[in-house]
């Protein structure tokens, strides 16, 4: 696939976005915005945890996007004795009596991590390097994964018992964080309908991963002004209490902030939501778009904030201004 420039590559990624959309709608229904955004997030090179009770369709979103993108996926259902080996990979002894590595489920394009904080945080660790480095070692060995790889986590609300809370160092890997609620009515009739009428949807492969991975080359390539880039990192800073650029918001209502990365996926993530929109650099409203999923997971109440309830989607909006 080659493009004569950048402008007309970022023209024809538009195209393919809404033809995306448009496969994508014809088995999720209600989930729009949860489907634009783990979008972004796969054309970001970024990874997804996905926030709900069970049977919102997080499974079927997995293997719908994955029909539609012409990639390999795998599902993981996380449980407390679930073992790193069971993620990544194992040594064995052939027939030669030599060690041969069994590649675990990791190795796919996408990769679901289903209720990922059902396990220990021990194993909850495994996919630190997978999703950081698109590798894993085994035996002292590295192994590389499949290019692209995401990971597309989801988690029961850390209220429901057996849950543990997932440790900062991962939370931070991951691009995103997405809320899904249910759906409304109309959109639970069609749901309803659709799945008990014994109806096959086939859908149509619109990209492949040479592809993918040549759209997110381009949107890293973008080009964006220097008072975009300021406000993306001034809007990450203020979120850190105590600091000089602390917004008073977050002086009084965090006890911690988000770190550089968060600065790098807001940056990332409104290339790509330019780029989906057809434009040619990202603008400050492009930052705004991904600001709550990027800052979301990244930014702790302290007790005031708790006492008050002041959500972090409110602080958010705050910082925003």
């Known amino acids: 696939m080659k493009y004569s420039n950048d402008v007309v590559a970022i023209d024809a990624l538009q195209k393919i976005y809404e033809e995306l959309l448009f496969e994508i709608r014809r088995k999720i229904y209600?989930?729009?915005?949860?489907?634009?955004q783990v979008l972004t997030s796969?054309?970001?090179?970024?990874?997804?945890?996905?926030?709900?009770?069970?049977?919102?369709?997080?499974?079927?979103?997995?293997?719908t996007i994955s029909e539609v993108l012409g990639l390999d996926h795998k599902r993981i259902q996380f449980t407390?004795?679930?073992?790193?080996?069971?993620?990544?990979?194992t040594e064995?002894?052939?027939?030669?009596?030599?060690?041969?590595?069994?590649?675990?489920?990791?190795?796919?394009?996408?990769l679901l991590a289903d209720e990922i904080n059902r396990t220990p945080p021990k194993t909850q660790a495994a996919l630190l390097e997978a999703m950081q480095e698109r590798a894993v070692t085994s035996a002292g060995i590295r192994y590389q994964l499949p290019d692209p790889f995401f990971v597309l986590a989801t988690q029961n609300p850390i209220e429901q018992e057996g849950t543990y809370p997932l440790p900062e160092a991962q939370l931070d890997r991951f691009m995103f964080s997405?809320?899904?609620?249910y759906p409304d009515f109309e959109d639970e009739m069609t749901i309803v309908k659709n799945t008990t009428s014994g109806k096959i949807i086939h859908l149509k492969t619109?990209?492949?991963?040479?592809?993918?991975?040549?759209?997110?080359?381009?949107?890293r390539r973008m080009p964006i002004n220097q008072n975009v880039l300021k406000y993306a990192v001034e809007l990450a800073t203020k979120s850190r209490p105590g600091t000089s650029n602390a917004a008073g918001i977050a002086n009084k209502f965090l006890k911690?902030?988000?770190?550089?990365?968060?600065?790098?996926?807001?940056v990332i993530g409104?290339?790509?939501?330019?780029?989906?929109?057809?434009?040619?650099?990202?603008?400050?409203?492009?930052?705004?778009s991904v600001a709550e999923t990027v800052l979301r997971h990244r930014i702790i109440k302290n007790y005031k904030a708790e006492a008050e309830r002041i959500s972090v989607e409110e602080i958010i909006a705050e910082l925003t201004q």
């Open 178 to 181: 997405i809320w899904l609620g």
């Open 270 to 288: 409104a290339k790509t939501h330019a780029a989906f929109h057809g434009k040619y650099s990202p603008d400050i409203e492009d930052v705004k």
């Open 30 to 36: 209600g989930q729009d915005t949860v489907v634009k």
């Open 206 to 219: 619109i990209l492949s991963a040479p592809e993918i991975l040549c759209f997110q080359k381009l949107i």
């Open 92 to 110: 064995i002894l052939d027939k030669e009596r030599q060690f041969k590595f069994i590649k675990g489920p990791v190795f796919a394009n996408i």
């Open 42 to 63: 796969i054309f970001s090179q970024g990874h997804c945890l996905l926030v709900g009770v069970p049977g919102l369709a997080k499974t079927l979103l997995v293997n």
């Open 256 to 266: 911690w902030g988000a770190g550089p990365r968060a600065s790098q996926y807001l």
């Open 80 to 89: 407390p004795d679930l073992m790193p080996s069971d993620i990544i990979g």
